[in-house]
Nanobody, 126 residues
């Protein structure tokens, strides 16, 4: 099994930045995708960003329209860690952010990933 642990959340002012980290341990796959999702109060969990690999090489990065140009997903395969750099934060970015993993390269925007972290709170003040 794969365990995912998020870190880096916190309280920031509008326009500020945060970098979230997701450290993976346990079972790994030769071809997999890593994603970030978020859930705001009273809303459904939504896709934020994802990155795909094949034998350690990055195939593609994906972003929700709401975060394009502001958020950047990256990974360090040697450390089994994926990052989400969040810039120009807005109050509407306030949510619990979840790291997720799934084998393969399809369905990266879906919320049916195989493994999930516990989430980290991001709060952006007005």
């Amino acid at each position: 099994q794969v365990q995912l642990v998020e870190s880096g959340g916190g309280l920031v002012q509008t326009g500020g930045s945060l970098r979230l980290s997701c450290a993976a341990s346990g079972r790994t796959f030769g071809s997999y995708a890593m994603g970030w999702f978020r859930q705001a109060p009273g809303k459904e969990r939504e896709f934020v960003a994802a990155v795909t690999w094949s034998a350690g090489s990055v195939y593609y990065s994906y972003y929700a329209d709401s975060v394009k140009g502001r958020f950047t997903i990256s990974r360090d395969n040697a450390k089994n860690t994926v990052y989400l750099q969040m810039n120009s934060l807005k109050p509407e970015d306030t949510a619990v952010y979840f790291c997720a993993a799934r084998p393969g390269r399809n369905g990266v925007r879906n919320n049916d990933y195989d493994y999930w972290g516990q989430g980290t709170q991001v709060t952006v003040s007005s």
